[in-house]
């Protein structure tokens, strides 16, 4: 459920930027839209965070396999990082930015929907320090969710937990690597070298699919294969 209110989530904006949808205040819910992700982010916050009542919170995530997994976004109204659905409404938000950068301009929203796809992308190129190695999940999905906590009051356990030759996810790699992909390309007017960088560990995280199991045991979004054609035409 979690999973599919932060799909909705993202999905919205661009629903409301079309012509032929009807709504008392699009740019309103354009707005809240985006303040939503602002919400959900973990780590060091920046000094121009909207959502001021939010703190700095896991900032240790990662340090159990030595690696820098703060950053990101909380899964929904829990405080587990999901790679899946993360990846997703990256996606769904750089293809939003890419189709309709203009109408997002005119709602002056363009600058908030680059940020919030940032703060997603910067995470993913720290979740994979290795071009074979991709971090896909932070948090214990069963103790966090017995534990209604803040994020900046977390006392739940923060493993990590990564895939690779060893322990494939070829599903949630398609995923991560479309979100990359996609995101180099609603940067590659604003920020050419960041575009680059991200469709350099999109080309790599595709490669996992090399290694097919699902790291799901469950498909909420979409089947394998789907994320499989997704990842590759995306690159």
Known sequence: MASKTLLLLALIPFL??????VATDRGLALTKSLLFFEAQRSGKLPPNQRVTWRGDSALNDGKDNGVDLSGGYFDAGDNVKFGFPFAYSLTA????????????????????????????????????????????????????HDCWQRPEDMSTP?????????????????????????????????????SGTLLTHAKQVHLL?????????????GSTLTCYVYGGAAI
């Open 209 to 221: 699919l090399a290694f097919p199991c699902a790291y799901s045991d469950t498909n909420a979004i």
């Open 16 to 21: 409301l930027l079309q012509k032929s949808c």
């Open 93 to 144: 938000i750089a293809w939003g930015v890419v189709e309709f950068s203009s109408r997002l301009q005119a709602k002056k929203e363009l600058g908030n929907a680059l940020a919030a796809i940032r703060w997603g992308t910067d995470y993913l190129i720290h979740a994979h320090p290795q071009p074979d190695v991709l971090y896909v999940e932070v948090g214990d999905g069963s103790s966090d």
């Open 158 to 194: 923060r493993p990590s937990y990564k895939i690779d030759s060893s322990h494939p996810g070829s599903d949630v790699a398609a995923e991560s690597a479309a979100a990359l992909a996609a995101a180099s390309i609603a940067f590659k007017a604003s920020d050419p070298k960041y």
